[in-house]
């Protein structure tokens, strides 16, 4: 996507990481990820759950930091596909050495659509 669309490195993996800790949420409760949840639900002073305390961080660091949108770089939906195989072919290593759950293609995609509908 990065190359493709010509987005700087490090605003795509900015863009990934929410969306990232939400899909791990909903597919498998981490006690690392619970444990950020807290202290950023009571850094805030609010009494929420793992996924909404990630979201409500979205929209807050999106009112510090506005983030382009990936449909800003000229990505559609119809790019996912295409996306997702490319990730699952040069970054073997890193999705096999660094996730929580393993990852699959149909992730991958579940991942872009959160961003796309929400950043």
């Known amino acids: 996507m990065a190359h493709i669309h010509h987005l700087p490195h490090g605003e795509v993996n900015a863009m990934f990481v929410l969306p990232t800790f939400k899909f791990y949420a909903r597919n498998k409760q981490s006690k690392l990820l619970d444990d950020m949840a807290k202290v950023i639900a009571g850094a805030a002073g609010k009494e929420m759950g793992t996924i909404e305390t ?64 929400n950043h």
């Open 54 to 117: 990630f979201e409500f961080l979205s929209d807050l660091l999106s009112k510090i930091v506005p983030m382009k949108k990936m449909r800003d770089f000229g990505v559609t939906e119809a790019d996912f596909d295409s996306y997702a195989d490319r990730v699952l072919e040069t970054q073997q290593r890193l999705l096999i050495q660094s996730y929580i759950v393993p990852i699959t293609k149909e992730n991958l995609i579940e991942i872009y659509s959160d961003m796309y509908k």
